[in-house]
């Protein structure tokens, strides 16, 4: 199967990005694959197999390789006698902004590319984690209490400590800080103002359990990954989570109730249907005495959550195969014709 | 990493700063020197000293730190002093390399570490002041343009505030300062430093009443392979304070 990995980004997710398109190289080794790296300037370079590594591109090796323009249908490799077409089904690897905000979603949507990820609406409401809980209000799912600090205007916090502070729109765990302590509320206030405005405070649930399910939409069925367990130190801070690099070994499914079980992955179909369609999706659940909470959505998880998925290549595959296609209007001016014929010209 | 505004005469300065050991009682400052940034000095010395609260500043225009003025070595002082105010930290011991060693003697802390600070005036070569009046001759015929043949590595790809602020700060002679200074000092050098030389330490040992001199092997950056017996002294000059 051809795929494009379209990786990097302008983000703060740039990093993991790569180490992400570098685990899918490994993960999908029978694929055709192209990789396509979006440099901080978003510029696309054409990145030979052989030369994806993370050292590549913290030394700018990439600015040496071809740079890709975007048109219709694919991305194209200029050159003096015209033009290569890179026309694959595109896999959007870019974590954080650009990635998961929904600018390379609209980007490729509206240059007609199919592409495996969250479309628009999908990513806007999974990106923010404003409109997650705005989201699970609409579709009824619970989540954890929350309030809003902005940097703009001062506000008290009114949940007892400890709590949990984290940007509005940052995936993984990056600027996020928990809160034992009036005396500490400063500095994870000021750590959390350096990657955005706005801060969602929750309380943070000391003993809880916390669960992740993948899945995807193939063949008008939704399917689900295992339920994993994630390993915890209190929580996982941006370097536990992603620079043990890869997290490609296959994890236990977690010791759980099939009630239970089946409770999860309804929670996910909830969350999924009609609006990810298009993309492989991992959901981290809370459970406090029995009941589910949806932590967040990851449209574009880490590395695809390849070791939650018995068959991975065969999951991308289907997936790839069922992509929802973008409707486009057909301008067909009978208006226009109609107005003209009736003035007799 | 953490952000805090702050007001400095009439512009808002975004200073970037990280905490280690939040919940240490004596505090370390430390001030990175021209060019560099927080991450490198932190690099260096966080492994070390957990009985401090490391506080890693980027000053402003480096680093994560905006700067959108001309300033001078006080100001820095003053800002960085700001800064602290905000984050509730005290002057017991603060560390600066080299530019930086410069604004940590101006915040007067307790123990005043020096790490291949600046500050002493060197003279400028026969060649530097051949290379200034050769300048000048061409900039009257014109050839200005030749500018990044000349200007300093240091001066390079500065933003228009920050190169004034460079040549605002760049050969200050910081003798008197020195002189008054009344806390404890530890000074800490390498031998074959090119850009604040050694003669530099001996002179600050001189100016200073309570200096202690340790000589390292190495150049300006020999302290990013010696942080481990530097903290070991800097420890050790702290806790000559607790003996009075």
């Known amino acids: 199967m051809k795929l494009t990995i379209l990786f990097g ?27 396509v790296f979006c440099d901080q300037d978003h510029k696309f370079y054409l990145v030979e197999a052989s030369k994806m590594k993370a050292n590549t591109f913290s030394k700018n090796q990439h600015k040496k390789m071809p740079e890709l323009s975007i048109a219709n249908g694919c991305f194209t490799q200029k050159s003096m006698f015209g033009a290569t077409e890179y026309k694959g089904t595109v896999l959007n690897l870019i974590h954080g902004a650009d990635g998961e905000d929904g600018t390379i979603a609209a980007l490729l949507d509206f240059f007609s590319i199919k592409y495996i990820g969250p479309r628009i609406d999908a990513s806007v409401f999974s990106y923010d984690k404003r409109y997650t809980k705005w989201l699970c209000s609409a579709k009824e799912i619970k989540s954890v209490k929350y309030e809003l600090l902005s940097a703009k205007v001062h506000k008290d916090i009114t949940i007892p400590y400890p709590v949990i502070i984290k940007p509005a729109r940052l995936g993984s765990s990056i600027g996020v800080s928990i809160v034992k302590e009036e005396s500490e509320l400063d500095y994870a206030l ?74 999860l992955i309804a929670n996910f179909k909830k969350i999924y249907r009609s609006l990810f369609e298009g993309a492989l999706i991992r959901c981290d659940f809370f459970v406090v005495d029995g009941e589910v909470y949806l932590n967040e959505i990851n449209p574009i998880p880490g590395s695809m959550a390849n070791y939650l998925f018995e068959d991975f290549q065969g999951s991308i595959e289907a997936l790839a195969n069922s992509l929802p296609h973008a409707k486009r209007v057909k301008v067909t001016y009978d208006y226009i014709h109609s107005l003209s014929s009736a003035k007799g010209k | 990493m953490a952000i805090k505004s702050i007001q400095y005469n009439q512009h808002t300065i975004n200073m970037s ?39 890693y500043i980027d000053l402003p225009g480096f680093g994560n730190s905006t700067c959108n003025l001309m300033l001078k070595t006080a100001d820095y002082a003053r800002i960085v002093e700001l800064l602290m105010i905000h984050i509730n930290a005290s002057k017991d011991i603060i560390l600066g390399h080299s530019f930086g060693g410069k604004v940590a003697l101006l915040l007067e802390p307790k123990v005043l570490v020096l790490v291949a600070s600046a500050g002493i005036y060197i003279p400028k070569s026969l060649k530097i002041k051949l290379k200034i009046v050769l300048f000048k001759t061409l900039k009257i015929f014109g050839l200005a343009k030749l ?8 001066a390079k790809a500065l933003s228009e505030p920050m190169y004034q602020t460079f040549k605002n700060v760049v050969n200050e002679d910081f003798a008197d300062e020195f002189r008054a200074y009344g806390g404890k000092a530890l000074l800490c050098w390498g031998e074959s430093d090119s850009a604040t030389p050694i003669s530099s330490a001996y002179k600050i040992k001189e100016l200073i009443t309570d200096a202690t001199l340790e000589v390292y092997d190495g150049d300006h950056y020999f302290f990013m392979n010696k942080a481990d017996d530097i903290s070991k002294h800097i420890e050790k000059t702290f806790l000559k304070t607790l003996e009075r």
């Open chain 2, 17 to 55: 700063y990280e905490i280690i050991n939040p919940h240490a009682k004596v505090d370390l400052i430390v001030l990175h020197g021209w060019g560099s940034n927080k991450n490198l000095m932190k690099k260096s010395f966080s492994p070390y000293m957990d009985t401090f609260r490391h506080i």
């Open chain 1, 190 to 263: 000021d750590t959390a103002f350096e990657f955005d405005t706005c801060l969602i405070v929750e309380p943070f649930l000391v003993g809880v359990k916390e669960y992740n399910v993948a899945g995807y939409m193939a063949n008008a069925e939704i399917h689900c990954s295992i339920v994993e367990e994630p390993q915890k130190n209190e929580f996982l801070d941006f370097e536990k989570k992603y620079m043990d690099f890869s997290r490609s070994e296959h994890v236990l499914k977690a010791d759980i109730t099939p009630a239970l079980e089946k409770k």
């Open chain 1, 9 to 35: 980004g302008a983000s703060f997710e740039h990093e993991i990005s790569i180490v992400s398109a570098i685990t899918l190289k490994a993960k999908l080794s029978s694929f055709d694959l192209t990789f």
């Open chain 2, 147 to 154: 500018r990044s043949f000349f200007v300093a590595e240091d």
